[in-house]
């Protein structure tokens, strides 16, 4: 079955330390994206991509980075510079964006802990 | 730049309606609503275009107001598994798609 693949389902990290989250997809689809879901805030956007070798920042991006070099992965490195690291992440991805009806595919999260 | 939900929270008891408001200030291209349960990923619902339409999902509508840049989710007849948080998402000719704080709706038995 086609889907998202999120690893690690949980993760734990010291305060200071670089740590890469992974995302992987078999859709096909064209557009990826990274989401940070706190406690009452909702989905805060992180980067988003469209196409490969190409990404955007979205509303929070400071102390992340990315990477699109292949369709299929959109990994996403939270840095030492993020002040606050600790949250569930989700990544998406859907076909076609650029029509403006393409539903987003979630994939299961992955819980970061930094201590 | 979030686009505004409301109610917070409801709590319904099973069999009642319940609507959820989704405003932006800024022109959209559509509207996306999702349902997430706790701990798991949201699960997409319905896409809203432009132009006022409506669309629904087994007991589960919603509309578009283009002009006042809003949506609304009508929930028919609540059933337990209604229970979650709706979120909706709105998208502007960035394409990029941008979430509200979501709505959390409790059904009572």
């Known amino acids: 079955d086609g889907g998202i693949t999120q690893s690690p389902k949980y993760l734990f990290r010291k305060e200071g330390q670089n740590v890469t989250l992974s995302c992987e997809q078999n859709?096909?689809?064209?557009?990826m994206y990274w989401y940070r879901q706190d406690p009452g805030q909702g989905l805060r956007l992180i980067y988003y991509?469209?196409?490969?070798?190409?990404?955007q920042k979205g509303d929070i991006a400071e102390g992340y980075s990315v990477s699109r070099e292949k369709k299929e992965s959109f990994p996403l490195t939270v840095t030492s510079a993020q002040k606050n690291p600790t949250a569930f992440y989700l990544c998406?991805?859907?076909?076609?964006?650029?029509?403006?009806?393409?539903?987003?595919?979630f994939g299961n999260g992955t819980r970061l802990t930094v201590t | 730049q979030q686009p505004v939900q409301s109610p917070q929270a409801v709590i319904l008891r099973e069999g009642e309606d319940a609507v959820i408001n989704c405003s932006s200030s800024?022109?959209?291209?559509?509207v996306h609503w999702y349902r997430q349960k706790h701990g798991e990923a949201p699960v997409f619902l319905m896409i809203?275009?432009?132009?006022?339409e409506q669309k629904g999902h087994e007991k589960i509508s919603a509309s578009f107001n283009e002009k006042k840049q809003q949506s609304s989710l009508y929930l028919t007849a609540s059933q337990l598994s209604y229970s979650g948080t709706y979120f909706c998402?709105?998208?502007?000719?960035?394409?990029?798609?941008?979430f509200g704080k979501g709505t959390r709706l409790h059904i009572l038995p």
């Open positions: 809203l275009l432009k132009g006022g």
């Open positions: 998402g709105t998208e502007r000719r960035d394409d990029k798609i941008i």
């Open positions: 859709l096909n689809h064209d557009a």
């Open positions: 991509s469209q196409i490969v070798n190409d990404f």
């Open positions: 998406a991805s859907s076909t076609r964006q650029s029509e403006h009806n393409s539903p987003l595919h």
């Open positions: 800024k022109a959209l291209y559509s």
